[in-house]
């Protein structure tokens, strides 16, 4: 049973430039979070999606967007790329009754 | 608003001995918590978690961690940690809708 998987796992991308990413639930989860995690730095949360609406959302400008599909997977979008966007984003998902997440093992984004 | 603070940012200890690492929380509703490892350029894998029931919870590589209501702490120990215990360990607090995390505690197991 496949858990959860990302794509792509690295990407180099110029300040100003758009860039989304992609996960994929594992089977039998109906909610995703994003999260970004800086160099040293704990996981921040970006957003929830649950029946592909945003239900929550951490402290992140309107320039991180994203999208639930009815088979429950997700994208990630981030406009107007900034240097400190340069991170590793982490997917996870769960079932909606259970409160641990299964986490994916996150694409890695930099911004030149 | 919840929150998670880990007291300590690196944890050095000597191969087979004991380790506790710290993590207090704050939350205005019920619970669940959880710690999870990291090991470098992989993504999180839960540890263990407390959701509800017996306050004393187990992982299946040794590591235990206790909830405690009263001074809302949920303390990661292992009495006898080894060189592939090396790596960042995360506590997290969750309600219905979001996880959130602590800034991690590096944990360097030396021989």
């Known amino acids: 049973d496949a858990g959860v998987t990302q794509s792509p796992t690295h990407l180099i991308k110029t300040r100003g430039q758009q860039v989304t990413l992609r996960c994929s639930p594992k089977s039998g989860h109906d909610t995703v979070s994003w999260y970004q995690q800086a160099l040293g730095q704990g996981p921040q949360f970006i957003f929830q999606y649950y029946e592909e609406e945003e239900r929550q959302r951490g402290n992140f400008p309107d320039r991180f967007s994203g999208h639930q599909f009815p088979n429950y997977s997700s994208e990630l979008n981030v406009n107007a790329l900034l240097l400190g966007d340069s991170a590793l984003y982490l997917c996870?998902?769960?079932?909606?009754?259970?409160?641990?997440?299964?986490f994916g093992s996150g694409t890695r984004l930099t911004v030149v | 608003a919840q929150s998670v603070t880990q007291l300590d940012s690196q944890v050095p200890v000597f191969e087979e001995a004991p380790v506790e690492l710290r993590c207090n929380y704050s939350s205005s509703v019920s619970v669940y918590l959880f710690w999870y490892v990291q090991y470098p350029n992989q993504g999180l894998q839960l540890l263990l978690k407390y959701l509800s029931g017996s306050t004393l919870v187990e992982s299946i590589n040794g590591f235990e961690a206790e909830f405690n209501k009263s001074q809302t702490s949920f303390h990661l120990r292992k009495p006898s940690v080894h060189i592939s215990d090396t790596a960042e360990y995360f506590c997290?607090?969750?309600?219905?809708?979001?996880?959130?995390f602590g800034a991690g505690t590096r944990l360097t197991v030396k021989p």
């Open positions: 996870a998902s769960r079932w909606g009754g259970n409160y641990g997440y299964t």
């Open positions: 997290a607090v969750s309600d219905r809708w979001d996880m959130r």
